[in-house]
């Protein structure tokens, strides 16, 4: 994992009550017995030394095993204020024991909460993964869509830019998600646009602003070209 400078995007959003929230936002470590640990302390140092509200991670912590890479894992926990939703490879590779390694984080598979900004209650939810139903895992799509509508300062976390409809349909102020890893490898590019509504960076749909993170490893090889991998501060700004 070769970890990028950590950049700042400004994302314009439909509600004054998410005015200058900070998010960090990772995606697709993909963790694998090759990830050091000298890799994943320098990666929680550089986000310790970002000023955020709290870290969204949308999905694909993992690319093996819980129990061969338990000490990174377990170095990931000094993360605070930590929202997650599962990626396709966390299904793969058994879910539950990484919900079981990563006890200080808040995990958002298909489950509501809120968080306080500024003396205001902030809605914020997760969808599982769109393969969670190989895995005998229900999406509840339908709960997640009625908690946001009932609540319209809302944040929606997914792993695949797919799940964009649910926040727009549901009047939600932001989407996050990752997976495309923006194509990796030119000129498979042309190939996540068939199948995906968006490649990387930010998208504005109605009254929802949309952004797909690159993530920070890599999937089947090791490589990227024209797809850099990313270390991202949202910084909301009502307008």
Known sequence: MKLPIATTKILEVKSEALHNLQILHLSDLHINKKTT??????????????????IALTGD??????????????????LEKVYYISGNHDLFYGIEPLKQSLNNFTFLDNTTT???????????????????????????EKKITNFLKANPISILLA??????????NSNTKLFLCGHTHGGQIFPFHYFVK????????????QQTCIYVNRGLGTWGID?????????????????
């Open 223 to 239: 490589f990227r070209y024209k797809a850099n991998n990313e270390i991202t501060l949202l910084k909301l700004v009502y307008k």
């Open 159 to 168: 792993h695949q830019p797919k799940d964009y409809t649910f926040a727009i």
């Open 114 to 140: 809120f968080f306080t900004y500024k003396n205001r209650q902030i809605a914020i939810a997760g969808l599982s993964d769109r393969f969670s139903k190989f895995f005998k895992i229900k999406r509840e």
């Open 37 to 54: 640990l000298c890799e994943i302390k320098q990666l929680i140092n550089i986000c310790k030394n970002i000023a955020y509200d709290f």
């Open 194 to 205: 068939l199948v995906q509504p968006f490649l990387a960076g930010t998208f504005y749909k």
């Open 61 to 78: 912590i993992i690319d093996c095993k819980v129990k061969e890479i338990k000490p990174q894992l377990e170095l990931l926990n000094s």
